[in-house]
């Protein structure tokens, strides 16, 4: 993990699943604060991560604020486990 939350470049790089999206917007707002979690199952190993880097809007939204201006980069890497041997 980076300083600025992503996932750091190495493991972007060597990721088999990457998943990366910005969004940009002039005004958001959330009447009920979200809850959100990633959650990597089945094959995927311990090395897998996700993150995101966020201007004017902080990790824990506050209900019926207006927040201006966002930017929100966001990114997956999931690394799978090798396969069992047949």
């Known amino acids: 993990m980076t300083h600025d939350g992503l996932p750091d470049a190495e493991r972007r790089r060597t990721a088999d699943i990457l998943f990366s999206a910005k969004v940009k917007a002039e005004e958001l707002r959330f009447d009920v604060a979200p809850e959100s979690s990633v959650v990597f199952r089945g094959d995927a190993s311990d090395d897998s991560t996700s993150g995101s880097n966020r ?7 506050q209900e019926n ?3 201006r201006d966002i930017k929100i980069h966001y990114a997956i890497a999931a690394k799978l486990d090798a396969p069992d041997p047949p």
């Open 65 to 67: 604020t207006t927040y």
């Open 55 to 61: 201007t004017n809007l902080p990790d824990k939204i």
